[in-house]
């Protein structure tokens, strides 16, 4: 059974930072993509940002420059670290992963930025 654990949210400042942090299990770790997803309230959720197995790493235009992707493959963890955060960063963020075609998300943890 995938389980992804999300952790790291907060109430932020504009300008600050902070550093999402989601722990994985039931899978190798190490043979699965892994994304970072939000849904702001009224909003569809979208894709932030995503790191393969090779490390390559991909955002949505709205966060680059501010947020890096990273992976810890040796403690099946992938980190989010977000700097420059402005208030349209709030928003519920979700660790992801595809694996056997089928889609596995965490609980979630709230961003909030305040202006």
């Known amino acids: 059974q995938v389980q992804l654990v999300e952790s790291g949210g907060g109430l932020v400042q504009a300008g600050g930072s902070l550093r999402l942090s989601c722990a994985v299990s039931?899978?190798?770790?190490?043979?699965?993509?892994m994304g970072w997803y939000r849904q702001a309230p009224g909003k569809q959720r979208e894709l932030v940002a995503s790191?393969?197995?090779?490390?390559?790493?991909n955002y949505a235009e709205s966060v680059k420059g501010r947020f890096t992707i990273s992976r810890d493959n040796a403690k099946n963890t992938v980190v989010l670290q977000m700097n420059s955060l402005r208030p349209d960063d709030t928003a519920v963020y979700y660790c992801?992963?595809?694996?056997?075609?089928?889609?596995?998300w965490g609980q979630g943890t709230q961003v909030t930025v305040s202006s």
């Open positions: 992801n992963t595809v694996s056997g075609n089928i889609a596995s």
């Open positions: 039931g899978i190798i770790f190490r043979f699965n993509n």
């Open positions: 790191i393969s197995i090779y490390d390559t790493r």
